[in-house]
């Protein structure tokens, strides 16, 4: 089975702040890797695709990076609507998923 | 626009059966270029894919939970449902249906359903 590891768990930022997020695979997934944003009480919300790949009107400010076993996904400016949790998930398996542990960007 | 929806029979009791059933409307269920999966989220914890299947009947089962995912696709219905057997409180959590896209030989979830909780309790 492929592992997720994202880090931090959690994360303290002020709008306006660039943000980023790490996640690591447990092998080589090369760029099959998805961002999704969770705010509280609602579905998962793709970001990114494809490691890098900005999903239909998802805001710029949002990018991806990484191959193979580390990727970023970084917020350039935080915005009050961004402070929710962020999950990545590899689909090197596809159709078997596997999810990151999830990171909370919360307001300092 | 694409539209999923949980929908369960509510709390289940511990060694039942879980069932769901997510019904999708505003596109059909069959496609060569989308799957439909079981997504699940514990209380306070993070995601957990369940399952996925594709309209032709082909299914995928989380490792963990393998021997106890049933999924099933009902094309007439535009429907897809899960079955879990031997439910205990650690499979209380929200469940999402979700629709799977491709790119390249990968693939994301693009449409989710609202999500329902499922508790297990005596």
């Known amino acids: 089975d492929i592992q997720m590891t994202q880090s931090p768990s959690s994360l303290s930022a002020s709008v306006g702040d660039r943000v980023t997020i790490t996640c690591r695979a447990s092998?080589?997934?090369?760029?099959?890797l998805n961002w999704y944003q969770q705010k509280p009480g609602k579905a998962p919300k793709l970001l990114i695709y494809?490691?890098?790949s900005l999903e239909t009107a998802v805001p710029s400010r949002f990018s991806g990076s990484g191959s193979g076993t580390d990727f970023t996904l970084t917020i350039s400016s935080l915005q009050p609507e961004d402070f929710a949790t962020y999950y990545c998930q590899q689909s090197y398996s596809s159709p078997l998923l596997t999810f990151g542990g999830g990171t909370k960007v919360e307001i300092k | 626009q694409l539209q999923l929806q949980e929908s369960g029979p509510g709390p289940v009791k511990p060694s039942e059966t879980l069932s769901l059933t997510c019904t999708v409307s505003?596109?059909?269920?069959?496609?060569?270029?989308?799957?439909w999966g079981w997504i699940r989220q514990p209380p306070g914890k993070g995601l957990e894919w369940v399952g996925s299947i594709f309209y032709s009947g082909s299914t995928y089962s989380n490792p963990s939970l393998k021997s106890r995912v049933t999924i099933s696709v009902d094309t007439s219905k535009n429907q897809f449902s899960l079955k879990l057997s031997s439910v205990t409180a650690a499979d209380t959590a929200v469940y999402y249906c979700a629709r799977a896209g491709y790119y390249g030989s990968g693939s994301y979830f693009d449409y989710w359903g609202q999500g329902t909780l499922v508790t297990v309790s005596s």
């Open positions: 092998q080589s997934i090369t760029n099959y």
């Open positions: 494809a490691a890098f």
């Open positions: 505003g596109g059909s269920i069959i496609s060569s270029t989308y799957y």
